[in-house]
């Protein structure tokens, strides 16, 4: 994507620009979850709205997003377009930094939404010698759902032990 210099120059005038090690939040327009975007007209199409930070990226290393990757923050604020706070990545890299940095917000058990037992049903579970098949039509889950609580390898019940 080729920019004007007086589309830069516009794009530059929407963020507070720090020092290196600091964030530049975006004070432009912002969705709700706190990405900033920007519109522009290329040339033979009409407006469009690009997300900020991956604008930012973009200019900074005078390319484009290559196809499949994202541009993901290492500072945790999706307002910021300081490119020295932005990486090229993948979905997974982006989804394990959320994880690794404790963002993710997982809930386990009876605290996740579609959980259909209780910490209660799983003790039971794992005590029972009962069949599979049987404990899956009590408790109305899979029978696959109950293999894989009794050989742990159900991640949101690890914590619950017989």
Known sequence: MRLTKEVLTRFESYYRRGNENECWPWLGSKQSRGYGFFG???????RKTYSAHRLAWSIANSRDIPSGKMICHTCDNPSCVNPKHLYLGTGFDNNSDTVVRGRANRKTGEQ??????TEQDVLAILESKEKQVVLARRYKVSQSHISHLKSG????????KA
Request: charged share 30%; with cysteine; glycine share 4%.
């Open 40 to 46: 522009l007209r290329a040339s033979g199409v009409s």
């Open 112 to 117: 996740c939404s579609w959980a259909k037992l």
């Open 153 to 160: 390898k159900r991640k949101l019940w690890t914590r619950v």
